[in-house]
């Protein structure tokens, strides 16, 4: 029996796959950190991730072992004002995976909350599963951004959080759809995940004037939302600049710890900027966008491993290079 404060734990064989963003292999052994974020000491990494269950609590009574389930990697308080207003993934005391001082989940078996433990349907794999954690960032920031049958997106970034997010945006029924990169790859697979059409933009902040205008010309109507699943100064630039006035920029990327962006001609123009963090509240939704066929996130899986030392480096090695790379897994 495992207990804290908080109730029962759940003891899992982490037997399910565990995914890794190229974004965070790069922020581990190369920034060592994420915005404020720092990595100072050696730890496990790892926060997406299905499992079967080897033993619960006494109290628990909505699961049993063998089953199989995705988790929810963060652990909040629920006393201070954040979690009892609903609002946990504010949670100053967040205990989150694979975040600094942390452990992850990137090992064979864990320890976890009963209640952040969500039960697979027969039809979805553990593979989708694991990647409920990074689709709920994308349904987050449609929540934050009240995404619907009206609204026309415009998505900054097509790596993997700009991919869910298109899925997302999609699924909460977008009418129209357009994604933005510097790679013709990932274009590539947006396109092929339903963007009704892809912008190719360069890296250079000065384009950014006429790429605001080739971006609307595209878009063909007005962009009422953008995301920016990047977080540069040049996406974000291009995301206040092309969004219509009275329209929303959600900030989903962290690319940039600080930027220097036209604030001031976005807010003589009534554009919002909407901060998105992590999620709440969103497994059941995933869960059942998947199980209904709503969203297929097995496209994005593109690269699989064990966990012997070799394929471990040899996955961080794919996962570095980029390339053809989207969501590279772990089967433990």
Same mark, same amino acid.
């Given at each position: 029996?495992?207990?804290?404060?908080?109730?029962?734990?759940?003891?899992?064989?982490?037997?399910?796959?565990?995914?890794?963003? %190229?974004?965070?292999?790069?922020?581990?052994?190369?920034?060592?950190?994420?915005?404020?974020?720092? &990595?100072?000491?050696?730890?496990?990494?790892?926060?997406?991730?299905?499992?079967?269950?080897?033993?619960?609590?006494?109290?628990?009574?909505?699961?049993?072992?063998?089953?199989? &389930?995705?988790?929810?990697?963060?652990?909040?308080?629920?006393?201070?004002?954040?979690?009892?207003?609903?609002?946990?993934?504010? =949670?100053?005391?967040?205990?989150?995976?694979?975040?600094?001082?942390?452990?992850?989940?990137?090992?064979?078996?864990?320890?976890?909350?009963?209640?952040?433990?969500?039960?697979?349907?027969?039809?979805?794999?553990?593979?989708?599963?694991?990647?409920?954690?990074?689709?709920?960032?994308?349904?987050?920031?449609?929540?934050?951004?009240?995404?619907?049958?009206?609204?026309? #997106?415009?998505?900054?970034?097509?790596?993997?959080?700009?991919? #869910?997010?298109?899925?997302?945006?999609?699924?909460?029924?977008?009418?129209?759809?357009?994604? &933005?990169? #510097?790679?013709?790859?990932?274009?590539?697979?947006?396109?092929?995940?339903?963007a009704d059409d892809i912008v190719k933009v360069s890296t250079n902040i000065q384009d950014v004037a006429e790429e605001v205008e080739l971006i609307q010309k595209v878009m063909g109507a007005s962009i009422n939302v953008t995301f920016d699943c990047a977080g540069f100064d040049k996406?974000?630039?291009?995301?206040?600049?092309?969004?219509?006035?009275?329209? %929303? &920029? =959600?900030?989903?990327?962290?690319?940039?710890?600080?930027?220097?962006?036209?604030?001031?001609?976005?807010?003589?123009?009534?554009?919002? #900027?909407?901060?998105?963090?992590?999620?709440?509240?969103?497994?059941?939704?995933?869960?059942?966008?998947?199980?209904?066929? %709503?969203?297929?996130v097995k496209p994005l899986i593109t690269h699989r491993f064990g966990f012997s030392q070799k394929e471990v480096e040899e996955a961080f090695e794919t996962s570095a290079r980029g390339g053809t790379a989207i969501k590279v897994m772990f089967n433990l």
């Amino acid at each position: 029996m495992f207990t804290t404060s908080r109730g029962y734990f759940l003891h899992l064989s982490m037997f399910s796959p565990v995914k890794i963003f %190229k974004f965070v292999v790069s922020f581990t052994f190369q920034t060592l950190r994420c915005a404020h974020f720092i &990595v100072k000491e050696p730890m496990v990494i790892g926060h997406e991730c299905a499992g079967i269950i080897e033993e619960v609590g006494s109290e628990v009574n909505n699961l049993v072992p063998g089953d199989r &389930v995705a988790l929810e990697p963060g652990i909040s308080c629920w006393r201070c004002g954040h979690c009892k207003q609903g609002r946990y993934n504010l =949670c100053d005391e967040m205990k989150f995976f694979a975040t600094p001082p942390v452990h992850g989940s990137l090992a064979n078996q864990i320890v976890h909350p009963a209640d952040l433990c969500f039960k697979l349907p027969d039809n979805v794999s553990l593979e989708e599963g694991a990647m409920c954690e990074p689709l709920s960032v994308g349904i987050h920031a449609c929540r934050r951004a009240n995404i619907g049958p009206e609204t026309n #997106v415009l998505i900054m970034g097509a790596g993997p959080i700009g991919l #869910v997010t298109l899925l997302a945006a999609r699924a909460f029924g977008a009418p129209k759809t357009v994604i &933005v990169d #510097v790679d013709d790859y990932r274009l590539s697979v947006a396109k092929s995940l339903g963007a009704d059409d892809i912008v190719k933009v360069s890296t250079n902040i000065q384009d950014v004037a006429e790429e605001v205008e080739l971006i609307q010309k595209v878009m063909g109507a007005s962009i009422n939302v953008t995301f920016d699943c990047a977080g540069f100064d040049k996406t974000m630039s291009t995301a206040l600049g092309a969004t219509q006035p009275g329209g %929303k &920029v =959600c900030l989903v990327g962290m690319g940039h710890s600080e930027m220097t962006v036209p604030l001031t001609p976005a807010a003589a123009r009534e554009v919002d #900027v909407i901060g998105v963090f992590r999620y709440m509240n969103t497994w059941p939704l995933c869960l059942e966008f998947l199980r209904s066929g %709503k969203i297929d996130v097995k496209p994005l899986i593109t690269h699989r491993f064990g966990f012997s030392q070799k394929e471990v480096e040899e996955a961080f090695e794919t996962s570095a290079r980029g390339g053809t790379a989207i969501k590279v897994m772990f089967n433990l």
